[in-house]
């Protein structure tokens, strides 16, 4: 009764009014309900033409209006359906290229003082063993991940101020400081790109986020259905406040974090109104700090323990929908980064990645302490939701080779500065593509050497060489010597053990 009456207190401090209002317009956050629907109801049975007009300019690389997106989500057709699914793979190659990029998530803590319905971490499950990280400890799940042959990681905090920005903080510079030979060659290997999946926090507290050396800032508004949002996140807790999370990553990028990710959690409201919302929420954000979100989130709701909505909700989404929101998105938001999660059984992931998604996970464990210590993970009160795909990183290297996509461990935006405007400028000029094709052969070289196994190398060396003649062949690279030169070398360094270079 005292630790709740002392998070009770804590809770009340976290939210401040004044970094809320200074983004208002009129008092009104930018979800116009009204608007949506009749935008949504006006684009019913678009005109074939104006459908292929839209994707013509989502190939320019142009975020769409409100009223084409709204076109798009309209369609009935299962010819068009097709001809954006195709669409969408195109528009992500032309700014992406053919890289598929991975990481895994590090669950920190599972202690919360919220009573999300849908989520196996809220405060009033007492099904849920709560437990929460010590530095040793995320340094030992660190080194579970990094013998898998990740480089990237997104740490996972529910809201409590057990796990407050300190112990972010920490928790981020406890991962950088972990170095492990790699199981194969024995030359040494870190995370390079520590991403964060936390709580709304004052710009402060973000402050200290950013001097910890994060990279990507991720907040999903779960849902952007305000009166859904108030049933399902308890008006007496932190999360309650659909404003003060609404505008986290405003304050975010107003702190000096300029790489932020949205999403939405697909399952508790209309699956179309949620594509709407993150299209607004993007164009706000570029509205105000002229640069969209870095990468968008689309998890469909699963079974998570003492959670009887996760299980019932009447918005569930089918996995043909599911196709459709994930291509609208690509097509909508072209410059963003789309991440299919492991919540997805491996056949919709694989159908799913090729309707332009940039990033996936794997070896995806979501207990707490789980990679170090796998019993946790048998256990499904231990969870906060259930996965559809365990498998190991080797094996959905193998799947996404198969398809001919070339797997990806860059880092190198963040550390050569391409993020924020840069890189939005960038993308929408498909020039990052370039580099991301290049770092990503850099990148899969190293895995190929130092993780992978016989069948992967087997099915890897192809492509890349693949790879390699699509480089020397492009007329970017030919009218670009030294950064052909540059990469040739990086390449050569690698093979002869050098690691972590790139462009």
Same mark, same amino acid.
């Given at each position: 009764?005292i630790?709740?009456?002392l998070n009770?207190?804590?809770?009340?401090?976290?939210?401040?009014?004044?970094e809320?209002?200074?983004?208002l317009?009129?008092?009104?956050?930018?979800?116009?309900?009204? $608007?949506?629907?009749?935008?949504?109801?006006?684009?019913?049975?678009?005109?074939?033409?104006?459908?292929?007009?839209?994707?013509?300019?989502s190939?320019?690389?142009?975020?769409l209006?409100? $009223?084409?997106?709204a076109?798009?989500?309209?369609?009935?057709?299962p010819?068009?359906?097709?001809e954006?699914?195709?669409?969408?793979?195109?528009?992500?190659?032309?700014?992406?290229?053919?890289?598929?990029?991975?990481f895994?998530?590090?669950y920190?803590?599972?202690?919360?003082?919220?009573?999300?319905?849908?989520?196996?971490f809220?405060?009033?499950?007492?099904?849920?063993? #709560?437990?929460?990280?010590?530095?040793?400890?995320?340094?030992?799940?660190t080194?579970?991940?990094?013998?898998e042959?990740?480089k990237?990681?997104?740490?996972?905090?529910?809201?409590?101020q057990?796990?407050?920005?300190d112990?972010?903080?920490?928790?981020?510079?406890?991962?950088?400081?972990?170095?492990?030979?790699?199981?194969?060659?024995?030359?040494p290997?870190s995370?390079?790109?520590?991403?964060i999946?936390?709580? *709304?926090m004052?710009?402060?507290?973000?402050?200290l986020?950013?001097?910890?050396g994060?990279?990507t800032?991720?907040?999903?508004?779960?849902?952007?259905h305000?009166?859904?949002?108030?049933?399902?996140?308890?008006?007496? &807790?932190?999360?309650?406040?659909?404003?003060w999370?609404?505008?986290?990553?405003?304050?975010?990028?107003?702190a000096?974090?300029d790489?932020?990710?949205?999403?939405?959690?697909f399952g508790? +409201?209309?699956?179309?109104f949620?594509?709407?919302? !993150?299209?607004?929420?993007t164009?706000?954000?570029?509205?105000?700090?002229?640069?969209?979100?870095h990468?968008?989130?689309f998890? #469909?709701?699963?079974?998570?323990?003492g959670s *009887?909505?996760?299980?019932?909700?009447?918005?569930?989404?089918?996995?043909?929908?599911f196709?459709?929101?994930v291509?609208?998105?690509?097509? %909508?938001? *072209?410059?963003?980064? !789309?991440?299919?999660?492991?919540?997805?059984?491996?056949?919709?992931?694989?159908?799913v990645?090729?309707?332009?998604?940039?990033?996936?996970?794997?070896?995806?464990?979501?207990?707490?302490?789980?990679y170090?210590?796998?019993? &946790?993970?048998?256990?499904?009160?231990?969870?906060?939701?259930t996965?559809?795909?365990?498998?190991?990183?080797?094996?959905?290297?193998?799947?996404?080779?198969?398809?001919?996509?070339?797997?990806s461990?860059?880092?190198a935006g963040? #550390?050569? =500065?391409r993020?924020?405007?840069?890189?939005?400028?960038?993308?929408?000029?498909?020039e990052?593509?370039k580099?991301c094709?290049?770092n990503?052969?850099?990148?899969?070289?190293?895995?190929?050497?130092?993780?992978?196994?016989?069948?992967?190398r087997?099915?890897?060396e192809?492509?890349?060489?693949?790879?390699? #003649?699509?480089i020397?062949? !492009?007329? +970017?690279?030919?009218?670009k010597?030294h950064?052909?030169?540059?990469?040739? %070398?990086? +390449?050569?360094?690698?093979?002869? =053990?050098?690691?972590?270079?790139?462009?």
């Amino acid at each position: 009764m005292i630790e709740k009456e002392l998070n009770g207190r804590w809770a009340q401090s976290v939210i401040v009014r004044k970094e809320i209002d200074k983004y208002l317009i009129d008092g009104k956050d930018f979800i116009n309900e009204k $608007d949506i629907f009749d935008r949504l109801g006006k684009n019913i049975n678009p005109d074939p033409k104006s459908i292929h007009d839209i994707l013509q300019k989502s190939l320019s690389i142009k975020t769409l209006a409100p $009223d084409e997106t709204a076109a798009l989500l309209n369609v009935t057709s299962p010819e068009i359906w097709e001809e954006i699914f195709q669409t969408a793979l195109e528009v992500k190659k032309k700014v992406y290229d053919n890289r598929i990029v991975f990481f895994a998530p590090l669950y920190c803590s599972n202690f919360c003082v919220n009573n999300c319905a849908y989520c196996g971490f809220r405060e009033a499950n007492n099904r849920e063993v #709560r437990r929460i990280l010590t530095l040793d400890e995320i340094k030992r799940e660190t080194s579970s991940v990094l013998n898998e042959g990740h480089k990237r990681l997104i740490l996972v905090f529910g809201e409590h101020q057990r796990s407050d920005a300190d112990y972010m903080a920490a928790a981020v510079k406890a991962v950088y400081s972990v170095v492990e030979p790699a199981p194969i060659s024995g030359r040494p290997s870190s995370i390079r790109r520590v991403n964060i999946n936390a709580a *709304p926090m004052e710009m402060a507290k973000l402050s200290l986020l950013k001097e910890a050396g994060i990279g990507t800032y991720q907040v999903f508004q779960e849902t952007y259905h305000h009166e859904t949002y108030g049933a399902v996140h308890p008006t007496n &807790t932190l999360k309650g406040d659909y404003q003060w999370r609404l505008y986290a990553l405003h304050r975010a990028i107003d702190a000096g974090l300029d790489d932020v990710a949205i999403g939405a959690l697909f399952g508790l +409201y209309d699956w179309r109104f949620e594509v709407m919302g !993150m299209l607004y929420h993007t164009l706000d954000l570029e509205r105000q700090f002229g640069i969209g979100p870095h990468t968008l989130s689309f998890p #469909r709701m699963t079974p998570a323990s003492g959670s *009887p909505l996760s299980s019932d909700s009447p918005y569930h989404v089918s996995d043909e929908d599911f196709k459709k929101l994930v291509a609208v998105l690509r097509l %909508s938001v *072209p410059t963003a980064g !789309m991440i299919i999660t492991a919540r997805e059984k491996a056949e919709i992931k694989r159908e799913v990645i090729q309707l332009g998604c940039t990033q996936t996970d794997a070896s995806t464990r979501i207990g707490i302490g789980a990679y170090s210590d796998q019993k &946790t993970e048998i256990d499904l009160d231990k969870k906060q939701f259930t996965i559809g795909d365990p498998r190991d990183l080797d094996d959905v290297i193998q799947e996404v080779a198969k398809l001919g996509f070339i797997s990806s461990f860059c880092t190198a935006g963040y #550390r050569c =500065g391409r993020t924020g405007e840069t890189i939005m400028g960038l993308l929408s000029h498909c020039e990052e593509g370039k580099f991301c094709k290049l770092n990503a052969v850099l990148t899969f070289r190293e895995y190929l050497t130092d993780y992978a196994s016989e069948a992967t190398r087997e099915i890897g060396e192809p492509l890349i060489l693949k790879e390699i #003649r699509e480089i020397e062949s !492009m007329d +970017y690279f030919k009218n670009k010597p030294h950064l052909l030169q540059k990469f040739r %070398s990086e +390449y050569s360094e690698i093979l002869s =053990g050098k690691r972590d270079l790139y462009l």
